[in-house]
């Protein structure tokens, strides 16, 4: 009897993973390729991205092309609307016809979720972008958070460096008073934008704006915290923990008691580079999840991890499970636990 193969992909906007599991969960291939968001893209650059994404991992594997994949589950950026899935799945099954049999196709947070337990869970993203997402045991799904930089984003590396920059601007044209002296955050914005006057700040947030590259500023504050112990560099990490923390109490009492009850707590799966600032952030996550008078379940146990897997190998899962089939996954060895309560 021949080997089956699953596929999963871990689908970004700027670059993907795929992998390729054995039933056993052991892996067959890993591989790195290009973005994957459909709205970025539009569908059929996607397409054709998956399809290379799938061709070199084939290859790897030692897979002939034409052998397909059992199934294969895509947990993509931008992949959340149905409307979305359905278009690249019937794209995939009409252009790219030996890919595989079975498809699966969903946001990106469900991986990341799978990863690290098969009975839900919560995942918190906090990047260059910020998200939060539920899904309880019965796979009922929640969220918080997700909006993008227009209109949302707290807890990002993007509202980070804007808060900085907003609080010198805002200091300047005595709108409000800054919580501590701007001096020295106003001089890092000056050096990292390479601005002489506060106007010249215009150029990166309207004709030359760059999301990712106006979000790195959040690793200069964030060096001014922890090295210079600037008290506003301090102040603004403390306010995004607050609003990461807010994120999980909004999508509390949504919860599976299940998950609350859990012997170690509930469990958040922590994803992007701003929880690398974890030492800056805990007092404020710690005050935000604090449950509001009404509406809001207190959150008594809490365990936040960090997955040391790609979420391509949850969208693996995830994509054999919508076929019907089960992959054999150690959980418990795809993360690491940074903080509990």
Not at 57 to 62: F, G, T, V
């Amino acid at each position: 009897m021949s080997e089956s193969y699953y596929g999963g992909i871990e689908g970004g906007a700027t670059h993907s993973t795929i992998v390729i599991l054995k039933q056993d969960g052991s892996v067959a291939a890993l591989v790195e390729g290009p973005g994957t968001n459909p709205w970025l893209l539009g569908i059929d650059q996607c397409l054709i991205n998956i399809a290379v994404l799938v061709k070199d991992a084939k290859k790897q594997a030692n897979i002939d092309d034409d052998t397909k994949l059992k199934s294969l589950g895509m947990s993509l950026s931008g992949g959340e609307q149905k409307e979305i899935q359905i278009k690249i799945i019937s794209g995939m099954q009409s252009k790219y016809p030996n890919t595989s049999d079975n498809y699966h196709v969903c946001t990106d947070t469900y991986g990341a979720i799978e990863t690290a337990s098969s009975s839900g869970g919560l995942v918190l993203i906090a990047g260059t972008g910020s998200n939060c997402q539920l899904i309880n045991p019965d796979g009922k799904v929640s969220g918080c958070g997700g909006w993008g930089h227009m209109l949302g984003d707290e807890g990002s590396a993007f509202q980070v460096s804007m808060l900085g920059v907003k609080t010198v601007i805002d200091a300047e044209d005595n709108l409000r008073d800054p919580p501590y002296d701007i001096s020295y955050v106003k001089k890092l914005m000056q050096e990292f934008y390479n601005i002489s006057n506060r106007f010249a700040i215009l150029s990166h947030v309207y004709s030359d704006f760059e999301k990712p590259k106006f979000s790195e500023f959040c690793k200069v504050l964030a060096e001014g915290a922890r090295k210079e112990k600037d008290p506003l560099c301090c102040w603004i990490f403390n306010e995004t923990g607050k609003n990461l923390g807010n994120h999980i109490r909004a999508v509390s009492s949504k919860m599976d008691k299940t998950l609350l009850n859990q012997p170690s707590g509930l469990q958040v799966t922590c994803v992007g580079s701003v929880w690398k600032s974890w030492d800056l952030l805990k007092d404020g996550f710690l005050e935000g999840i604090k449950p509001r008078p009404e509406g809001d379940v207190e959150i008594k146990k809490l365990k936040l991890i960090q997955l040391n897997k790609s979420p391509a190998f949850g969208a693996a899962s995830l994509g054999a499970r919508k076929a019907g089939l089960t992959l054999t996954l150690d959980y418990e060895a795809n993360y690491e636990v940074f903080f509990s309560t």
